[in-house]
């Protein structure tokens, strides 16, 4: 024990051992509790009577609040808007129930707090304590209620009981744990691949027609979805958290990253969209610099350069999808994201 | 029957009702020892108050949003009274939410209160915390107490996230997907997890219904058990006071339960519901009307979480983004060690106690509580903490700073990385000089008096300051503090000459009680001895 090691000297002497010392002897000796100061309504009834017509009147201005209240709710229609300086247009349902609920429930509160600050006793009195611990016969008997109740048990003298309920007891929330199995399936590859494949069109999110390359000019940020992916689709929010895509146009010279340009058409290069830090939609482009800010948390990307992560704490770069021209003359991908989208995680390698 | 009803007296209805519960329940027994129970006052101690009343207005409103909340996402195409969403597709868990704010009347107040309350409730734990920890109310016997009072903070902490996450809507459901991202960083089980708990893919189809039965079964169940467990300990350890005249370790001096704190205690539920509900009228909270259906390919800008998660938003926004590829497998640093170090910022908290009691050693109740001055390094420690936390605070909000103060987003992004680290050291050297300062005026206090104002000139020509004698009260007051002298290890022989055996542990122990209580760590209260001799004769110089 460190505590036999260490001697318990440190302690400060025992709180309170100047009591008992007359106080003339210690200047620092506890007083005691200083004599009870009577209010002003303690000793003028007119001043108690003020009090009391106060706390009458908090407790009926509650009274009418509630009415209020009603009243409101019952005059009031639900969609109409009214225009209150300073606060500007509000719903007239909201800010009159909320009033009159707010001075009905205020009004009670400070009716009795001012009750039991002006009325009611205000004189201090002292509680003993007692020490939590129990006291050593009580502690004693309990070891001995104890150990008679083991040794009764038999537990001590009989282990193979005890082991096997131990045993029992350890296994049996397994069964809980194994229903949780049907809460998802496996990860499996699922985080590995997209709906994209080569021959599907890019499709504009906004017109909902097929990109083509004459659409995307210098400077202009286009989102795009896979070809048969629609909104009304039962699975479309799983599908487009990772096929969504950003399409911008480059001048091919100014295209940094060899592999990004041979991946372009004609410096259109397409991105995938969701933030490899946490997942975020990125979605802020400055076209002079080529970089994309994520505005989750501020991970920004350099286009221009293989989407390189340039500041921010994104741990690595956007995929880029391979793109080309089909025979309409409309951008397609020519395969899947060569790596998974989205946040990086264990199996990813 | 009426002979004897005859002789003695019919009870009134009250008394009778009370004989019939207390032949059933005890009552009586229960409320010899409680109903003029004494309880301290202070202003500090409402904050606790603040919390419980939060709580249980979080409880009332959440019940009747339930009753219109569909926790469901079900495509529906909009056709309710707001016209902007007209024919848009949502879940039902949204369109439910537009119900109760725009058609259900009322339901919009019902809907503020409940996240007002809920930012209150929150705010209010963190405060009545600091409140305890820089007064020591923590110590023995109330660790357990403060334990509860941690699990309730940290399960407020999810339990508000799985509720400003139910209505679906962008704000929220960007939140979620960065909880999965994070999810997703966690080594080898990440990515099971994350399909586990949203039914596979995100986001799929359950993480709202999922959500729902957490937010208001599982999380609240668990908390209303622990806020009760909470104030039975508050009722069994009795209340902590500050010293003072009559107030010792032995007793609680204060004002009875029936019928001053059941008026004052009673009377500020109604004054905490009674403010929220006017905030609530008066000031818009999470406008998911504004902010469209959440759909993980579009976001808004200036995303911010409810303020109790910035500090884990600032740790996922600050951090570099370290990534390690080793042997197929990726470990993402970046992600997982702001989640760990998020675990590691509450745990502190929770741990903190055990720590304390083991530097002091010491094993014996404490009732009175220390004013922070008087525990220099506590204190100090504490003020790292909270400056490390307002910190990342400001690093969760760095877009908003940078927008509003027309600031870079990457030198507010390096400050905090920087200060981080360096603002705690600061905040602790700062706030432990602070301690320091005023134990020597309180020292000062205490031996030469209070400073009158008053100037007096002697005859020789010299100008002193009049000072006036403390009270017996006030003396007392403030010299009431134990003062502990620091551990020991001892010579590093033994009366035998033989090299003693010291663990590390001990130690360290025996360091870490220098650096609270050694030279230099606490200034020396005033004795008795050297209070008569500055009184008695020479008063004029100081």
Redesign the interface.
């Known amino acids: 024990m460190s505590s036999n090691e260490i001697s318990d000297k440190n302690l400060p002497h025992e709180q309170g051992s100047a009591h008992g010392t007359a106080v003339a002897e210690n200047p620092f000796a506890d007083p005691g509790l200083p004599p009870h100061k009577p209010r002003i309504q303690d000793v003028d009834e007119q001043a108690a009577k003020r009090s009391e017509r106060t706390v009458a009147l908090l407790f009926t201005v509650s009274m009418l609040a509630t009415i209020g209240f009603i009243a409101s709710f019952v005059i009031f229609p639900v969609d109409e808007i009214v225009y209150v300086w300073p606060i500007g247009h509000v719903s007239a349902t909201n800010l009159s129930l909320g009033l009159t609920l707010g001075v009905a429930l205020f009004c009670i509160g400070a009716g009795a707090v001012h009750w039991a600050r002006t009325l009611m006793s205000d004189e201090e009195f002292a509680d003993d304590r007692h020490a939590i611990e129990a006291a050593p016969e009580v502690k004693a008997k309990v070891m001995t209620d104890f150990a008679d109740g083991a040794r009764e048990s038999a537990i001590g003298r009989r282990p193979l009981i005890r082991n096997t309920m131990l045993g029992a007891l350890a296994m049996v929330p397994l069964s809980g744990v194994v229903l949780l199995r049907e809460l998802g399936p496996l990860p499996e590859k699922k985080l590995f691949h997209t709906s994209w494949k080569k021959g599907l069109q890019l499709i504009n999110m906004n017109t909902n027609e097929p990109l083509r390359p004459e659409d995307v000019v210098v400077g202009s940020l286009t989102f795009a979805k896979p070809e048969g992916l629609e909104e009304d689709d039962e699975d479309f929010n799983n599908k487009i958290a990772k096929d969504a895509l950003m399409i911008v146009r480059i001048q091919p010279q100014d295209i940094k990253d060899r592999r990004e340009l041979e991946w372009s058409h004609e410096g259109i290069v397409a991105f995938s969209k969701i933030c490899t830090h946490v997942g975020c939609p990125i979605s802020l482009y400055e076209q002079q610099t080529h970089h994309v800010l994520c505005p989750c948390h501020q991970s920004t990307f350099d286009l221009s350069d293989g989407a390189r992560v340039i500041f921010g704490p994104a741990g690595h770069p956007l995929p880029q999808l391979r793109i080309g021209v089909n025979g309409e003359g409309n951008l397609e991908a020519l395969g899947d994201f060569a790596e998974p989208v989205g946040p990086a995680f264990w199996e990813r390698g | 029957m009426s002979t004897t009803t005859d002789a003695k007296r019919k009870a009134p209805a009250g008394e009778r009702v009370a004989d019939w519960a207390d032949g059933r329940l005890g009552i009586y027994s229960l409320a010899k020892a409680n109903m003029r129970?004494?309880f301290p006052d202070h202003w500090s101690f409402m904050l606790g108050e603040i919390c419980l009343y939060s709580f249980i207005i979080i409880i009332l409103t959440g019940v009747y949003l339930t009753l219109f909340f569909h926790p469901s996402m079900n495509e529906v195409h909009y056709h309710g009274?707001y016209v902007p969403m007209q024919g848009i597709?949502m879940t039902e868990a949204y369109a439910s939410t537009l119900d109760i704010s725009?058609?259900?009347?009322?339901g919009?107040?019902i809907r503020?209160?409940h996240h007002w309350a809920a930012l209150i409730f929150i705010a209010g734990m963190f405060v009545h915390m600091m409140r305890v920890f820089f007064t020591g109310a923590f110590r023995k016997?109330r660790e357990i107490n403060w334990l509860f009072g941690f699990l309730l903070f940290a399960l407020g902490m999810f339990t508000g996230f799985t509720g400003y996450s139910l209505p679906d809507d962008l704000l929220s459901g960007?939140g979620v997907?960065?909880t999965?991202?994070?999810i997703?960083?966690?080594?080898?089980?990440?990515?099971?997890i994350?399909?586990?708990?949203?039914?596979?893919?995100?986001?799929?189809h359950?993480i709202i219904a999922r959500f729902y039965s957490i937010h208001i079964l599982l999380l609240p169940g668990i908390m209303l058990g622990l806020v009760v467990a909470h104030l039975i300990l508050v009722f069994?350890?009795?209340h902590t006071q500050f010293p003072g005249?009559?107030?010792?370790?032995?007793?609680?001096?204060?004002?009875?339960l029936l019928?001053?704190y059941m008026?004052?205690a009673?009377?500020?539920?109604?004054?905490?519901?009674?403010?929220?509900?006017?905030i609530?009228?008066?000031f818009t909270i999470n406008p998911i009307w504004a902010l469209g259906p959440?759909?993980?390919?579009?976001?808004?800008?200036?995303?911010q979480p409810d303020w109790y998660m910035g500090f884990a938003?600032g740790l996922?926004?600050?951090?570099?983004?370290?990534?390690i590829?080793l042997w197929?497998?990726?470990?993402?640093l970046?992600?997982f060690i702001p989640l760990v170090v998020f675990g590691l910022v509450l745990a502190a908290i929770a741990v903190y106690p055990f720590i304390e009691s083991w530097i002091?050693?010491?094993k014996?109740?404490h009732?009175?509580l220390d004013r922070p001055r008087n525990a220099p390094t506590r204190t100090a420690l504490g003020v790292a903490w909270v400056t490390s936390y307002m910190v990342m605070l400001i690093g969760g909000g760095?877009?908003i700073f940078a927008t509003h103060l027309h600031m870079s987003?990457?030198s507010i992004?390096w400050f905090v990385r920087i200060f981080y680290f360096v603002g705690p050291v600061i905040a602790f050297i700062v706030t432990k000089r602070i301690c320091m300062g005023l134990q020597r005026r309180d020292r000062d206090k205490?031996l030469h008096g209070r400073e009158s104002g008053i100037i007096k000139r002697l005859p020789h020509g010299e100008f002193v300051e009049i000072h006036e004698p403390l009270s017996?009260?006030q003396?007392?007051s403030l010299?009431?503090h134990?003062?502990?002298?620091?551990?020991?290890?001892?010579p590093a022989v033994d009366e035998n000459g033989v090299e003693?055996k010291?663990?590390r542990?001990?130690k360290l122990?025996?360091k870490l009680?220098k650096g609270y209580?050694g030279e230099g760590n606490q200034v020396p209260k005033?004795t008795?001895e050297e209070?008569?001799e500055i009184?008695s004769g020479h008063g004029g110089h100081h």
């Open positions: 129970k004494i009274s597709r725009f058609d259900v009347r009322g919009l107040l503020q209160i016997p960007t997907r960065f999965q991202g994070a997703l960083s966690v080594p080898i089980v990440g990515t099971y994350s399909m586990f708990l949203f039914g596979g893919e995100f986001p799929g359950d069994y350890h009795k005249p009559g107030r010792t370790n032995k007793n609680v001096v204060g004002m009875p019928p001053v008026a004052k009673g009377g500020f539920f109604f004054l905490v519901f009674g403010v929220i509900a006017v609530a009228a008066l959440y759909r993980p390919d579009q976001v808004s800008t200036g995303a938003e996922v926004r600050v951090m570099p983004g370290w990534e590829n197929g497998h990726t470990l993402v970046g992600v002091t050693g010491d014996r109740e009732h009175i760095n877009d987003i990457n992004t205490v017996q009260s003396r007392y010299t009431a134990e003062q502990y002298e620091p551990a020991e290890v001892g003693r010291l663990t542990g001990e122990r025996a009680s209580f005033a008795a209070y008569r009184s």
